[in-house]
């Protein structure tokens, strides 16, 4: 084929459309590609009904009865509901322990002023609850002296101390096992995690109860007296229901 | 043109040639110009790609203000990838793959690259508009409203073209490429249209808005990406081997199966969400069935390239086309497996879906037009890449990046996306367990970036004809041995 067209002899990049400046790329490449006929083989056909099968299978087991107001036809995609007590079916919403000792920190602002942030209390003042007996032991002495107030002295850690701490009776059941649990488990404090069932049991018991408690008072309950309840084991996620039982 | 009153079509080894010539010389302007832009905003791309990736593991990296945080680098970053990169190297790509396959010389150089230059201000405002605040924080549509008609008939004005050219065309036969190529020019204003008409124009709920999105982004993909990524490779691998595609019937199955399916994909990624139950279903079911066209096109090149990938060692364009054909099998295979229920859950709205993009758009898409890249530059500047260690530069680069990015992507989505599930843990915990990963992605786009530097100075090269002069052998990646057989060597040359 020739060209007569002008425009085409030279259009720029210095070239000329004579056979022999071709350039080289141009003229040793095969021909343009085309189309074979081979018969498709019937494996193909079979893999694509398979494939057929899949995609339409999905679609019949998760389509939710095509109903444009079901938006959760895949059972098991939720996570599963979480555990709550009987007949409070999703009425509750359950805490793990992390989160209760985090509430319970919320709640330890009440407590800051005289215990301080660190929990060291004011020395010769208001006694430290860093390694005191009173609230990492029995949680029966920690629950009275927290819902009645203390007055008097009382020793902490070996020191003597006399003033008066408040009657905290007005928080809730939940806020005081929550900031009773994170003192036990805080500033290398350990002990048991207080629940909110605890706690009501050592407002019935001790509700009653008229006025501050005094050392002495606090010394008539055993050292061990843990309040009743089911107990929550960090470790094992089934009793975190139990928090909020 | 005169030669195109004879209508019998050139037999003759010269007369062939020389028809070529005349029709790679009509497409060098645009061809070049969407080439040289693409690869410039591949870099920019790339640079972003890898400031928002540090962003994630040292948050206060390049704390210079508003128009750096992450929240508008990552989008910027994505929209220069997709519109200034992808779509203009398909654009130039494709200009040229069709004008051949018709035969016929492209007629009006001058308005496809003053649409183009349209396109180039539409996306420089968009980014931009992204870095100053004024994204519209809409998936794969961040670019502010004003854009996007801009974009539209830039692009309109260029697919016209091609649309002309296969009107006009001298081959009776319509090559596989030429199906794919005119249905990605009609798909394009088809998604993008009804996309921001309904978001912008028809406002809806905001739940609805980010079903369009997402049907918008995989649409992007499965209708845009895949078809023109697949026109240039059922052009380049037989053009190279030698030999015919293996079956017609094959691939016109293959074909209509992507355009039956391609476009009900992609609500999956709400599974789960506030949607109708049945639109993620449909969205999944789509994708498994995409699985088709995926296994028509492999066993299609498989076929055709059967004991023939022997070039792969030498040929630039065949190493970088095969290496984007098995992209799109990797990114098939993972796109159909987050797609059920069972994998999705743990992973949807983890880092595995960036890595499900990036499989897409650089492990397949980007590697098909780096191989057009390597075979198209040549032909119409009329001079040969200057060196194949730079090409090797660029190939390695760019393959142990994405493959890092990809594999650190999806398993750190495992990682993150099972600590997401727990719901008795801090939700931090499962941003600690992505941490690591990240790392890795930091050093997929530095590879990636690095790369693309080289490969930008060596189109640059090209465009301003600086490449060897030698028109006898072409640029190859490594040396032919002395000894090689008849067949390797002229299969090489031919590359």
């Known amino acids: 084929m020739s060209s007569k067209d002008p425009n085409l002899e030279k259009i720029d990049y210095e070239e000329t459309t004579s056979v022999v400046d071709v350039h080289g790329s141009v003229r040793r490449e095969k021909d343009e590609p085309r189309a074979g006929m081979e018969p498709v083989s019937h494996w193909v056909v079979f893999a694509g009904a398979l494939v057929l099968m899949l995609g339409a299978g999905y679609l019949g087991a998760h389509n939710g009865g095509f109903d444009m107001d079901n938006t959760y036809a895949v059972r098991g995609y939720q996570a599963a509901p979480r555990p709550v007590g009987e007949g409070a079916a999703g009425a509750v919403q359950q805490l793990s322990p992390e989160v209760w000792l985090a509430k319970g920190k919320k709640v330890y602002n009440n407590c800051q002023a005289c215990h301080n942030q660190a929990g060291v209390g004011v020395p010769g003042v208001f006694p430290p609850l860093v390694g005191s007996d009173w609230v990492t032991g029995s949680t029966e002495r920690f629950a009275m002296a927290l819902l009645k107030g203390l007055s008097g002295p009382i020793k902490v850690n070996g020191t003597p101390y006399n003033g008066v701490m408040p009657a905290w009776e007005s928080l809730s059941d939940k806020e005081i096992a929550q900031v009773m649990s ?31 408690y005094t050392e002495a008072l606090l010394l008539e309950v055993p050292e061990d007296a843990m309040l009743p309840g089911e107990a929550v084991d960090l470790e094992n996620a089934e009793t975190w229901p139990n928090l909020q039982k | 043109m005169s030669s195109a009153k004879s209508k019998q079509p050139a037999t003759g080894g010269n007369d062939e040639a020389q028809e070529r010539a005349l029709i790679d010389r009509s497409t060098r302007m645009p061809v070049l110009f969407f080439f040289t832009s693409s690869a410039v905003w591949l870099v920019i791309a790339a640079a972003l790609g890898l400031v928002s990736s540090i962003k994630l593991n040292v948050p206060d990296f390049m704390d210079w203000g ?124 088809w998604l993008y249209g009804t996309a921001n008409l309904l978001i912008h124009v028809f406002p809806g709920s905001g739940v609805m808005a980010a079903a369009i999105s997402s049907w918008f982004a995989s649409g992007m993909i499965y209708l845009w990406f895949v078809p023109v990524g697949l026109g240039t490779t059922y052009y380049l691998i037989p053009k190279i081997v030698g030999r015919p595609v293996y079956s017609y019937n094959l691939a016109k199955a293959g074909f209509w199966a992507l355009m039956i399916f391609g476009g009900w994909t992609g609500m999956q990624r709400f599974m789960g969400g506030p949607l109708p139950a049945w639109m993620p279903a449909m969205g999944s079911a789509a994708t498994i069935l995409i699985l088709l066209p995926m296994l028509a096109v492999e066993l299609n090149h498989h076929m055709t390239t059967k004991g023939n990938l ?45 890595g499900l993009e990036m499989s897409a758009l650089y492990g397949f898409f980007t590697m098909v037009m780096f191989g057009a890249f390597y075979f198209i530059a040549p032909r119409v500047t009329g001079c040969e890449w200057l060196t194949g260690g730079m090409i090797r530069f660029h190939f390695w680069f760019s393959a142990y990046g994405i493959i890092t990015l990809v594999a650190f992507m999806i398993f750190g989505g495992m990682a993150q996306g099972t600590g ?12 600690a367990r992505g941490w690591g990963y990240l790392v890795a992605r930091s050093l997929g786009w530095g590879f990636i970036l690095l790369s693309n530097l080289m490969f930008l100075f060596h189109t640059l090269l090209m465009s301003v004809r600086l490449g060897r002069r030698s028109s006898t052998e072409p640029t190859l990646i490594s040396k032919l041995p002395d000894d090689a057989g008849a067949g390797i060597s002229t299969g090489a040359a031919k590359a």
């Open chain 2, 310 to 354: 022997g070039y792969i060692q030498y040929s630039p364009t065949l190493r970088f086309t095969v290496f984007g054909a098995w992209g799109f099998n990797l990114f098939i295979l993972l796109s159909v497996a987050l797609s059920f229920f069972s994998v999705g859950r743990y992973l949807q709205f983890t880092h595995a879906v960036t």
């Open chain 2, 420 to 431: 997401i599930d727990r719901w008795d843990a801090a939700f931090e915990v499962s941003v």
């Open chain 1, 182 to 212: 994170y003192v036990r488990n805080t500033w290398g404090n350990s002990g048991s995690l207080v629940t909110e069932a605890m706690v009501a049991a050592a407002r019935e018991k001790h509700g009653g109860h008229v006025g501050a």
């Open chain 2, 66 to 189: 508003a128009f750096l945080t992450y929240g508008r680098v990552y989008p910027a970053h994505m929209n220069a990838l997709i519109y200034g990169w992808g779509i203009q190297a398909g654009i130039g790509a494709g200009l040229w793959i069709m004008a051949r396959l018709c035969r016929v010389p492209l007629r009006n150089p001058v308005t496809l690259v003053v649409a183009g230059h349209f396109w180039n201000i539409g996306v420089t405002a968009g980014v931009l508009g992204i870095l100053c605040g004024k994204s519209t924080s809409i998936l794969w549509l961040e670019f502010p409203a004003f854009v996007w008609p801009i974009l539209l008939i830039s692009y309109a004005m260029i697919t016209l073209w091609m649309i002309v050219m296969f009107r006009a065309r001298r081959v009776g036969d319509v090559y596989i490429s030429q199906w794919y190529l005119l249905a990605a020019s009609f798909l394009f204003p």
